[in-house]
């Protein structure tokens, strides 16, 4: 069992920053890749940003040269974003995946908005 917490969403306006971090507990060493995940209200959850042990990442186009993914140790993970825009609204959720099956934290909500 791993167990997710997500926390750093906001409002914020277009332009400005969030940082998210996601705190991992349980069976912290089964996880092997971690990664970022949102949904916007009536659409599909996509992938953001993921992170395997040895530091090698994957982005969404959208999010390409303005996101950054980072993992301080295999518990904890941070995703830097800047030059957030409108349509960056959704919440966020943080995803561990084990050899026993995949982990979803709660969510936070980011919302981007003049």
């Known amino acids: 069992q791993v167990q997710l917490v997500e926390s750093g969403g906001g409002l914020v306006q277009p332009g400005g920053s969030l940082r998210l971090s996601c705190v991992a507990s349980g069976n912290i060493f089964s996880i092997d890749v971690m990664g970022w995940y949102r949904q916007a209200p009536g659409k599909e959850r996509e992938l953001v940003a993921g992170i395997g042990r040895g530091g090698r990442t994957e982005y969404a186009d959208s999010v390409k040269d303005r996101f950054m993914i980072s993992r301080e140790n295999v518990k904890t993970m941070y995703l830097q974003m800047n030059s957030l825009k409108p349509e960056d609204t959704a919440v966020y959720y943080c995803?561990?995946?084990?050899?026993?099956?995949?982990?979803w934290g709660q969510g936070t909500q980011v919302t981007v908005s003049s």
């Open positions: 995803n561990a995946k084990t050899i026993y099956g995949p982990y």
